[in-house]
T-cell receptor, first 110, second 116 residues
Framework: RKEVEQDPGPFNVPEGATVAFNCTYSNSASQSFFWYRQDCRKEPKLLMSVYSSGNEDGRFTAQLNRASQYISLLIRDSKLSDSATYLCVVKDTGGFKTIFGAGTRLFVKA | DAEITQSPRHKITETGRQVTLACHQTWNHNNMFWYRQDLGHGLRLIHYSYGVQDTNKGEVSDGYSVSRSNTEDLPLTLESAASSQTSVYFC???????????????FGPGTRLTVL
């Protein structure tokens, strides 16, 4: 079993749709969680951190479920510019080990 | 503005040659990382460093080496390039929580390496 697993997709959605991605992790001691965005042939960039209480940044909402060991990312009112690969990232205690998921591809169509 | 740069951006080399990929950051971060990214595998950690003179092996370190002689640079060397090392290589840096940072990793633009 991979340490961080994501549905590779692709998710094909129309503009304005709501789309959700899930990510599961295997290490129950993991402490920090993030979502990164990666555009085609570009470097990954931090989208948002994921906090225990859940957090929102505009159209993006991240949730953490420690009991079930998964994190989620919800994108509301999808834009064409949201088309990208979304990487789930998990750090262990102390942040000494960072594991990247393989990513979920999203295509938003007009 | 602070940044992280990589060079070259594209490189084609032959099997058996030594290749060095450069990574330079002006964030003054202590932590630096090298990853490779291949289809279906996501980002895999090659080597990392927590400061000058400190280097550590990641999960896919065989055939690679790094050195850290200053804060800004972490060059990655492929001792004898193999076709299996054809990949996109990303360098990243971060400031750890312990130093008052958020431990967010900032990535360079990547180097696309082809080994023929």
């Amino acid at each position: 079993r991979k340490e961080v697993e994501q549905d590779p997709g692709p998710f094909n959605v129309p503009e304005g749709a709501t789309v959700a991605f899930n990510c599961t992790y295997s290490n129950s001691a993991s402490q920090s969680f993030f979502w990164y965005r990666q555009d085609c042939r570009k470097e990954p960039k931090l989208l948002m951190s994921v906090y225990s209480s859940g957090n929102e940044d505009g159209r993006f909402t991240a949730q953490l479920n420690r009991a079930s060991q998964y994190i989620s990312l919800l994108i509301r009112d999808s834009k064409l510019s949201d088309s990208a690969t979304y990487l789930c990232v998990v750090k262990d205690t102390g942040g000494f080990k960072t594991i990247f998921g393989a990513g979920t591809r999203l295509f938003v169509k007009a | 503005d602070a940044e992280i740069t990589q060079s070259p951006r594209h490189k084609i080399t032959e099997t058996g040659r030594q290749v060095t990929l450069a990574c330079h950051q002006t964030w003054n971060h202590n932590n630096m990382f090298w990853y490779r990214q291949d289809l279906g595998h996501g980002l895999r950690l090659i080597h990392y460093s927590y400061g000058v003179q400190d280097t550590n092996k990641g999960e896919v370190s065989d055939g690679y080496s790094v050195s850290r002689s200053n804060t800004e640079d972490l060059p990655l060397t492929l001792e004898s390039a193999a076709s299996s090392q054809t990949s996109v290589y990303f360098c990243a840096s971060s400031e750890p929580f312990q130093a008052g940072g958020r431990d967010t990793q900032y990535f360079g633009p990547g180097t696309r390496l082809t080994v023929l």
